[in-house]
């Protein structure tokens, strides 16, 4: 992926969470200035609180192009690349910036969305793919390699085999000052094209605060995600 594309994240994920900060932020202002200071207790996190933001990808106007399907299973809808190359899930308050996606001559597109939970679980995760409709299967072992090394991972790859994919994954567990981070990727390869698919998924915590974050948990939705992938015919 090029270079700009890759330092466009962090700022396009901080913009996305600093504006869904400050919105609410602004709303509560208000709020308390038309009624006064409210007499109300704050509901326990347990109870289970809702976020405004919980269907951002139906309401996002460049995340609906790429829509295909809506609440295809709790929480979840079914998504297309414009290249008609992939289709996978993207959760239901996942949102594609503009900005964050790219088709280079026709033959390989990049995809970047963030999904944000409640302010009060204080996380997000961010997910990559990068789709080639072609690439050259002699390159197939340098494109692991090179994919091994960007991720900072020195086991080997699990390797798998499933709908008609060929797909090798790892993770890498790390933390931050604000709390634990996750990695988990996997590259993806048509068994019966040579069409391939890599894929990245990065847990977080949101914005400047601290958070908990269950990596084993954070594991199961990325690998949902990259089971949920499929190479279309080209």
């Known amino acids: 992926m090029k270079t700009w594309l890759r330092i466009s994240i962090l700022y396009a994920v901080l913009i996305i969470v600093g504006c869904n900060t400050a919105n609410n932020q602004q709303e509560l202002e208000e709020e308390e200035e038309q009624e006064g200071p409210s007499t109300e207790q704050p509901l326990a996190e347990h109870e289970g609180v809702g976020n405004e933001d919980d269907r951002l990808a139906v309401e996002h106007e460049f995340t609906k192009e790429f829509l295909v399907g809506t609440d295809v299973e709790p929480?979840?809808?079914?998504m297309?690349?414009?290249?008609d190359g992939f289709e996978m899930l993207i959760p239901e308050n996942a949102i594609i910036p503009s900005m964050l996606h790219v088709i280079e001559n026709n033959k390989i597109e990049t995809l970047i969305y963030a999904a944000?939970?409640?302010?009060?679980?204080?996380?997000q995760y961010n997910v990559q793919v990068?789709?080639?409709s072609k690439y050259p299967q002699e390159l197939k072992q340098n494109y692991l390699n090179v994919f091994k090394d960007e991720m900072g991972f020195e086991d080997e790859y699990v390797r798998v085999e499933t709908n008609d994919l060929e797909i090798y994954y790892g993770k890498v567990d790390d933390k931050d000052k604000y709390g634990p981070v996750l990695k988990y990727f996997g590259y993806l390869f048509s068994k019966e094209q040579n069409q391939a698919i890599s894929y990245e998924f990065m847990a977080m915590c949101q914005g400047k605060d601290e958070c908990e974050i269950s990596l084993e948990e954070e594991a199961e939705v990325a690998e949902k995600l990259m089971y949920s992938i499929r190479l279309l015919d080209s």
Do not use: D, S
């Open 116 to 123: 944000i939970n409640n302010n009060l679980e204080k996380k």
């Open 130 to 132: 990068i789709y080639q």
């Open 75 to 78: 929480g979840f809808h079914q």
């Open 80 to 83: 297309r690349g414009k290249l």
